[in-house]
T-cell receptor, first 110, second 115 residues
Framework: TQLLEQSPQFLSIQEGENLTVYCNSS?????LQWYRQEPGEGPVLLVT?????EVKKLKRLTFQFGDARKDSSLHITAAQPGDTGLYLC??????????FGTGTRLKVLA | GAGVSQTPSNKVTEKGKYVELRCDPI?????LYWYRQSLGQGPEFLIY????????DSGLPNDRFFAVRPEGSVSTLKIQRTERGDSAVYLC?????????????FGPGTRLTVL
């Protein structure tokens, strides 16, 4: 069974701080996606990474796929209250089915 | 509509009852997914449709759960003899086609509470 573990599970920081969220597995994934979910809504896709070692930037968010395609990280620079939410990674083993991680709940205080 | 819609948004039922949850995908999307999300957890895959057929139902927990998509658009998730452990948010997602690298668009979910 493929599992994706995220750390930390919870994170509460002040506005302006930097943070990194990790997504780890013992399995290899063909691609990995990051989502953000707000209360009462479904997850919204932020990025898809497909190549080992790939780095993608989305404004203040930097995503990295591990060389072995077993892990990924999300780094947020100068966090803002609008970044508050549940961050989810989801891995695909080459089929249509994505396995979601356990989630990291981020709260950014003004 | 502009996005994926799900009805009802909330459903409260008693243990042992039957419930149906509806998903309206984005028009033209051939792939449709159902997930279940427990409090504080990531979504758990239940079933995937490509067109009218269930391409993979390996995530359905047991035979009390069943889903249909008779015309390749709207889908209904059906749960018989509900149990308290079925309480969760049920999410539906659609994508233009199935397979990797295709963005899934999620609906807001149906919160099911079994008393």
């Amino acid at each position: 069974t493929q599992l994706l573990e995220q750390s930390p599970q919870f994170l509460s920081i002040q506005e302006g701080e930097n943070l990194t969220v990790y997504c780890n597995s013992s399995s290899v994934f063909s691609s990995l996606q990051w989502y953000r979910q707000e209360p009462g809504e479904g997850p919204v896709l932020l990025v898809t990474v497909v190549t080992g070692g790939e780095v993608k930037k989305l404004k203040r968010l930097t995503f990295q796929f591990g060389d072995a395609r077993k892990d990924s990280s999300l780094h947020i620079t100068a966090a803002q209250p609008g970044d508050t939410g549940l961050y989810l990674c989801a891995g695909d083993s080459g089929t249509y089915k994505y396995i979601f991680g356990t989630g990291t709940r981020l709260k950014v205080l003004a | 509509g502009a996005g994926v819609s799900q009805t009802p948004s909330n459903k409260v039922t008693e243990k042992g009852k039957y419930v149906e949850l509806r998903c309206d995908p984005i028009s033209g999307h051939t792939a449709l997914y159902w997930y279940r999300q427990s409090l504080g957890q990531g979504p758990e895959f239940l079933i995937y449709f490509q067109g009218t057929g269930a391409a993979d139902d390996s995530g359905l927990p047991n035979d009390r759960f069943f889903a249909v998509r008779p015309e390749g658009s709207v889908s209904t998730l059906k749960i018989q003899r509900t149990e308290r452990g079925d309480s969760a948010v049920y999410l539906c997602a659609s994508s233009w086609r199935g397979g990797p690298y295709n963005e899934q668009f999620f609906g807001p979910g149906t919160r099911l509470t079994v008393l």
